[in-house]
């Protein structure tokens, strides 16, 4: 099969749809590589790294849309792509299709076959293309809050992994699935005295067998979060409802409960966030004050990593890639559920329900 890897257009994103490790992977199996110059650069991966596992590299985006029968991405498509995809082409990558009915009108328009990393789910309910860039977010959030918390950013200057003699910081983390449980792990790591929030016992539970003596859980309420908050320095917002915005965890007038300059960061900011007082910021603003309390809330946290980004969402994707194109689309999704569930749009057709809901759509 030919694959096509454009560069991404979307506004700050340095990611890119495969690293010259997978494309190795996809030419061992025979297929064809086109990867637009300088796709990988912001990445870490030149043009040379891809050519020496066999891909060959197009001048354009164009190029790439017109000769490939599958483009792997990593953001969905935006406006001025539109009109590059092609009937039957096979598009992997995130497209978050509720969100933009233009999108979504424009992919049905196209007739391509829009399979979305977003829904592609293993039998236990787990999101397995979803994954990796919670691992990176809970990670990064741990180490930008404690950047936040010197003085000279607005923190309360202190130092999270404290030093001989002095007490370290306190960490909270609100949420232990994926990106709490890196969060917690990460804070752990550098030290930290840390609890870990959430409303589901059997995971606080496996949490408390699995993560360091220096992290303690806590069942989530209302109650219990407001006697953490005046002794808390860094608060890491984690929660997750599927389908439904995040819930309030922390309301306005509970900021005046915690220390100035303590530093909230919400990395549930793409589903609203779960402090009332949230609202999303960017790499180049990452942080606002309120009350005195720092918010960190951006949201896209992976592409300040690009590297480790891109690397992280290859190693999850490339087994999906391999099996579509090996066996082509129909076959790959008949053979793995997990993967027929990634399917969203199919010859003009929404083949997700929950996108066909959203708009009152199907085809
Ligand atoms: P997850 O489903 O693995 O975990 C969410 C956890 O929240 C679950 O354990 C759930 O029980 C818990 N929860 C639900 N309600 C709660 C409550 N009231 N109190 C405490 N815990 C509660 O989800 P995840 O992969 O960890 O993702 C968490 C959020 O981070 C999502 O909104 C995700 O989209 C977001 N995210 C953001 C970025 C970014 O760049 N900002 C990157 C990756 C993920």
Redesign the pocket.
Known sequence: MKIGIPREIKNNENRVGMTPTGVSELSKHGHEVYVQRSAGENSGFSDADYEAVGAKILPDIAAVYAEADMILKVKEPIPSEYSLVRENQVVFTYFHFSCDRALTEAMMKSKAVCIAYETVQLSDGS?PL??P??E???RMAVLNGAHYLQTTKGGNGKLICGVPGVLPARVLV????????AAARMAAGLGAEVTI????LP?LRRLGIDLPANVHTLY?TSYNIRQQLPVTDLVIG?????GDK??K?ITRDMLKLMKPGTVLA??????GG?FETSHPTSHSEPVYDVDGIIHY???????AVPNTSTSALTNATLRYAIALADKGWQQACREDEALLKGVNIVNGCITYKAVADVFGLDC
């Open positions: 999101l979803l994954v860039m919670s990176v977010a809970g609100l949420g232990g699935g994926t990106v709490g449980e929030a959430d409303v589901c995971r989530s984690a929660v997750l409802v599927p995040a819930p965890l919400d990395v549930a900011i793409d589903q779960c809330c951006v949201a896209n946290i992976p592409g």
